[in-house]
């Protein structure tokens, strides 16, 4: 008998225990939950797109559509 009522508190000792374990996950996966929320749509937090340290350069201008070095090659190659 007394092993059955040590049984029935070992039994129990161990479903609180559980119960209470379970209940602080739950808590903490909310406040995670909730954090996650607000670190996702806070407007202080939101991701702002870093400006160009450097302007970019400007196209380059080619005349005729021939740079110089495609006009030496063809010289280069004409004359031969």
């Known amino acids: 008998m007394a092993w059955e009522l040590l049984a029935i508190w070992v039994i129990v000792i ?3 225990t559980w119960f209470i ?3 602080k996950r739950r808590t903490a996966d ?3 939950a909730r954090a ?3 670190y996702a ?6 991701h702002v797109p870093a400006r160009f340290r450097y ?3 400007p196209p380059r201008q080619t005349i005729g ?3 110089e070095a495609e006009r030496a090659f063809f010289k280069m190659f004409q004359n031969s």
């Not at 749509?41 to 939101?46: D, E, G, L, Q, T």
């Open 36 to 38: 996650s929320r607000y």
């Open 41 to 46: 749509f806070s407007p202080k937090y939101r």
């Open 21 to 23: 374990r379970d209940e």
């Open 65 to 67: 559509g021939l740079t």
């Open 14 to 16: 161990v479903a609180v």
């Open 55 to 57: 302007a970019p350069l």
């Open 30 to 32: 909310a406040d995670i």
